[in-house]
């Protein structure tokens, strides 16, 4: 785990040394759980990210934007015996690159995520005598440790303010829960579409 954690931050720390700008940003996320073989309706949960950025420039309206954010993503699932919400802590590190025309940027590229912990809270159903139960528990192990997204977005820049809107796609399944043959096992992938604001500090 300290490897993968050394591995995510090496943008920013490359970035200290070419003269890049540094910010801080946050935003709500609305974020699903989606793919295939899913028993259950998912429903995306409205949660938050925050974390810090830095800019490198390249050529002209062109650069490379590195962040490192922590991410709560998850999904709300609901069935005929169950109705829970689940919780997954990320590290992410998107490497975006970044095009500013004027006070309007583009940007996309892949993101990389390290899962810190989950946990499920809500009701399931226990038994036909018993009814419905609270379920309030880890679920790390239900869930694979990284993750592999690819992530675009755009918005505006005026002074030092950011305002953007973005969207992540998991690219593998995240489900660490196989049954025997597997072959109807549940694949889920992260889904997230984000608001932030941010602040840049420096000058360009």
Do not use: C, W
């Not at 609305?30 to 950025?53: C, P, S, V, W």
């Not at 139960?133 to 690819?150: E, Q």
């Not at 305002?163 to 025997?180: C, E, F, K, M, P």
């Amino acid at each position: 785990m300290k490897a993968n954690f050394l591995i995510l931050l090496l943008p920013l720390l490359a970035a200290t040394s070419a003269q890049a700008q540094f910010g801080i940003k946050a935003g709500i996320n609305g974020a699903i759980l989606d793919g295939q073989n899913i028993e259950m309706e998912t429903r995306y949960k409205t949660t938050f990210h925050a974390g810090i950025f830095a800019r490198i420039p390249v050529l002209g309206p062109l650069s490379i934007q590195p962040e490192v954010l922590y991410s709560l993503q998850g999904s709300e699932f609901r069935s005929t015996v169950a109705n829970y919400e689940t919780k997954l802590h990320y590290l992410n590190v998107p490497v975006l690159a970044r095009v500013k025309v004027g006070p309007v940027f583009a940007e996309a590229g892949p993101q990389f995520g390290v899962l810190l912990g989950a946990r499920e809270d809500g009701t399931l159903r226990i038994s036909a005598a018993d009814g419905y139960g609270p379920v309030d528990r880890p679920a790390d192990s239900n869930y694979k440790k990284t993750d592999f997204a690819l992530a675009a977005g755009a918005g505006i820049e005026v002074g030092h303010l950011i305002l953007g809107a973005r969207y992540t796609a998991g690219l593998n399944d995240i489900n660490d829960v196989r049954d025997l043959n597997g072959a109807n096992d549940p694949r889920l992938k992260n889904r997230v579409i984000q608001g932030y604001i941010g602040i840049r500090f420096g000058d360009e």
